[in-house]
């Protein structure tokens, strides 16, 4: 008897355990999808941050590898322009592979430069 009342209150907690996981699930939903916000992307504030951080050791003043310099607004958009640097940053076998060597940039990072570049190429 002892052993039946055992096993109810065991599935009985594990229930409850599984309903309250459920509850939390849009907790651990991924990051990128909610906080991306890629509308209205200004070259300032969000591209130039992406490019600086993950291009410019090589294409920057400094450092011109091809040529190629995104650390200023001109140069970044001759690329833009040409379709390279969208090219580049999907990576879907059309141009070389960006970041170099590296990781592909991140979802909400390829959305930002996608749609600045959809927006107009704007100096914003
Ligand atoms: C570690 C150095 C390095 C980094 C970091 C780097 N690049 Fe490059 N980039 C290169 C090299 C080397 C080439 C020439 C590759 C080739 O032709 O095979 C190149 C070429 C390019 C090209 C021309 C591609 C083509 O096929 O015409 C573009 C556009 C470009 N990079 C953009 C970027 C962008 C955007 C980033 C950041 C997301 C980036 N690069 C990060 C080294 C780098």
New binding site residues.
């Given amino acids: 008897m002892l052993k039946i009342v055992k096993r109810w209150f065991m599935a009985f907690f594990t229930l409850c355990f599984l309903a309250s996981a459920c509850r939390h699930d849009p907790i651990v939903q991924p990051v990128t999808e909610n906080t991306c916000d890629s509308t209205n992307v200004s070259f300032k504030k969000s591209v130039m941050p992406?490019?600086n951080k993950?291009?410019n050791?090589?294409?920057g003043s400094n450092v011109q590898?091809?040529g190629?310099i995104?650390d200023n607004y001109a140069g970044v958009r001759i690329?833009a322009l040409e379709g390279?640097?969208y090219?580049?940053?999907i990576q879907n076998g059309?141009?070389?592979p960006?970041?170099?060597?590296?990781a592909k940039?991140d979802v909400c990072s390829i959305a930002l430069i996608h749609n600045w570049i959809r927006e107009g190429i704007k100096d914003n």
């Fill in positions: 992406i490019l993950h291009c050791s090589c294409h590898t091809h190629i995104l690329f390279s640097l090219g580049a940053i059309d141009y070389a960006m970041p170099y060597s590296a940039l």
